[in-house]
């Protein structure tokens, strides 16, 4: 991977729009394959961009993973690595992705009824499997030392009240 570039924007009621733009050489990443859209655990293990989605205000936090495959997951915290549940109430997210020239690029929209009207701090981060089997980790920041999406330090986006 050369490069990868992520943007967030909130729309009305709760929706933010994720883009995620991958530039590589053509046959180095590896794609999932397309599956049906449900809900899957450890998307992680293989390439999945991920969003974290924290209120201003407070500890709790939301994580959301998103597979080229159309498999989603959805997580509610209620602080650093408290109390991992599955975030009800949201609608399925719609995943699109294209290659093109230079790489990869996925999009989506996610429902946040739970914080709507709030300010939010996001993190946007990847997970890349490359071929060779080498995996890499990518975010708008990191904390120091090993990557940790879930750290407050790379909650770095803030987001103004919709």
């Known amino acids: 991977m050369t490069a990868i570039a992520?943007?967030?924007?909130?729309?009305?009621?709760?929706?933010?729009?994720?883009?995620?733009?991958?530039?590589?050489?053509?046959?180095?990443?590896?794609?999932?394959?397309?599956?049906?859209?449900?809900?899957?655990?450890?998307?992680?293990?293989?390439?999945?961009?991920?969003?974290?989605?924290r209120p201003a205000e407070g500890e709790r936090y939301y994580e959301f993973n998103l597979a080229p495959s159309g498999e989603w997951a959805a997580y509610s915290f209620d602080g650093y690595r408290d109390r991992m549940a599955p975030l009800e109430g949201v609608a399925e997210p719609q995943i699109g992705w294209t290659v093109v020239e230079d790489g990869f690029e996925l999009w989506?929209?996610?429902?946040?009824?739970?914080?709507?009207?709030?300010p939010w701090t996001v993190g946007l981060s990847a997970v890349i499997e490359e071929a060779g089997g080498r995996t890499s980790y990518w975010a708008l920041a990191h904390p120091p030392g090993e990557a940790d999406f879930h750290h407050s330090d790379g909650f770095a986006l803030d987001l103004p009240a919709s």
């Not at 994720?18 to 293989?46: F, K, M, N, S």
């Not at 989506?108 to 709030?118: D, I, R, S």
């Open 108 to 118: 989506t929209e996610l429902e946040l009824p739970q914080a709507a009207f709030a």
């Open 6 to 53: 992520a943007d967030a924007e909130r729309g009305p009621g709760g929706w933010l729009t994720l883009r995620y733009r991958i530039t590589a050489r053509p046959g180095r990443l590896v794609v999932p394959p397309p599956a049906a859209p449900q809900r899957t655990d450890e998307l992680w293990r293989h390439t999945c961009f991920e969003a974290f989605v």
